[in-house]
């Protein structure tokens, strides 16, 4: 039984309130998830980075979009840490040495800085593992049917056909600045947009959507994840490391193709902003229920980190 | 619906006949279950090292423990593929440099060596993602509910709290000769045992077994996943490198603590045997079922590798 929480959006939808609602409440549910153990190393690592803060906009994603469709927050929330769970181990895994070797992430140290390369892995496969088992077993007042279809798509997304191959055709792209504009797409639609619709996605899937809406929101989801790296590229470029929370410039470094060297950043900006305005218009039919995703889609284009 | 095959068990069980049928069920499953595709470096890297050869000795139980409780094996297959999925995962990160590195599994290259320290983690992390996806999607005549129970007993089994816990007091125990024989214990309950239990639980699970008889399975699972880490530390002393296709002598290098150390070669050996007897006896309800599981347990304590 999924307990039916309705909430009201005014005319202009407040997305600071809402975000300031929502926040503690992923916050304490994150916490919750994961709580200190034995072995003490492998939970503090894995707590760590988890709880590093962050805009927590995928667990944002998966709660608005169960809540379009009409689920409960309560249902839903085991399988918003999981996507935060799964988005953690991809970070920590990326940040390590034979991978991006970043030392920072967040305006912290990066997993393998506090705890070693050895423990970082295993934090990793320890947070991949925990997400799929924390939905199978936390998920309540929702079909069995629904569980399993959400855990398909989320694993999907994190494989080699997922986040792991954009991965993969990032690093062998590296150090080839004259890549094409469908590897670079390739790469995020993989590496990030995968993800991002899967929020979307499995927030709905457990909300009970049916196939045509699925469709809309995984066309939402794309848009917006395509506009969030366009952002992500601008801002390496024109964004302060204080503000990152990480080292500004890297991909000028690491010589990577992005969408402002292939456009320019006045023409990614554009891009950008009309993948989002396409993104809002086809929620459009869901009316005010649509209201906190679609002030989520301007929030990516807007942000400043 | 579950497509249920009788398979008769003469009073002399012929595991050799037994494991000559299975086997090339199991590799044909595995070479069906990941297909090259592209990324080719990703998908190359992954059927590397699941299709490197070895015992199969976890589909092989997860098969005979349904087969036991009278499932189907088509209905049993994907979780066995993917039962061997995680311990390759678990295999390649191990093998890493930052953690046991090793250059040599089952007699070739470990992936590392072959696809590089980046290509390999990912290897892993797609190959443990992938098995969820697997089990999902491919588990056919068998309700939702059952495959979401076995989900979650795999994901356990490779977390915090299993592999991924043991693989931690494994590596913080490195170089402490003195460590106790729980401290051991729990290594290797974790480490190799967890997973050898969510072989038999869940081929069990899925053939709708009782809570009853999946403590009976579990419980011959412990002593047998046990028996199989005191074996292992005796083979690493007794056998030849050509025998085992990997470095031979690693754990006195490493210091690490062994059965043998603590106990010595006839104990260890002993132990092994009492353990293996124990788990047999536990099956002997079952009746002529549980031979293929009981000649399996047998097997494991006379492996030369």
Redesign the interface.
Known sequence: MTTHQEISHPATFDLVAYLTERQPQIEAALDAAIRP???D???DA?RYSLLAGGKRLRPMLCLASCELIGGSLDSVMPMACALEMVHT?SLI?DD?P??DDDDYRRGKLTNHKVY????A??A???L???S??YI??QTQGV???R???A??HL??A?????L??G???D??SEGKPDISVETLTYIHNHKTGALLKACVVCGAILAGATEAQLEKLSKFAHNIGLAFQIIDDILDITATQAELGKTAGKDIQAQKATYPKLWGLEESKRQADKLVAEAKAILAEFGDRARPLQALADYITDRKN
Not at 116 to 119: C, L, T, V
């Open positions: 153990g034995y072995p190393t492998i939970y894995m181990m895994h390590l034979a991978m070693g390369e050895d423990i892995i295993l990793g496969d320890g991949l593992a925990y799929f088992e199978a077993t079909s069995a049917d569980v399993l279809k855990i398909a694993a999907k994190v494989g080699a056909n997922g792991v191959g991965q993969v055709v690093l062998e």
